[in-house]
């Protein structure tokens, strides 16, 4: 089983900083992928940033240049980092790993975290 432990969510006002964090730990053979999601009231789920083991990156359009994903491979931890935050980045941000339980898994399986809560605001 994997345990995500998230943070760094909070209030902040338009044009501030957040940074997130999310430390995967449990009984796992290997993580590829780990990403943050957010999802604002009466929205869809939505990927906002994603990570291969390999360093790999994917941003939604709507954070490109305010937004950067990086990560420690040796501690199973992501970190999100917002700059020039605005009223629509307001969600809750969920992290999600993409991983094997076993190395004879057949396939990827996946896991969320609860959550944390951004809110962007004056």
């Known amino acids: 089983q994997v345990q995500l432990v998230e943070s760094g969510g909070g209030l902040v006002q338009p044009g501030g900083s957040l940074r997130l964090s999310c430390a995967a730990s449990g009984s796992v053979f290997s993580i590829n992928a780990m990403g943050w999601y957010r999802q604002a009231p009466g929205n869809q789920r939505e990927l906002v940033a994603r990570i291969t083991s390999g360093g790999s990156t994917n941003y939604a359009d709507s954070v490109k240049g305010r937004v950067a994903i990086s990560r420690d491979n040796a501690k199973n931890t992501v970190w999100l980092q917002m700059n020039s935050l605005k009223p629509e980045d307001t969600a809750v941000y969920y992290c999600?790993?993409?991983?094997?339980?076993?190395?004879?898994?057949?396939?990827?399986?996946?896991?969320w975290g609860q959550g944390t809560q951004v809110t962007v605001s004056s």
């Open positions: 999600n790993v993409e991983y094997k339980r076993t190395s004879w898994a057949p396939g990827w399986s996946y896991y």
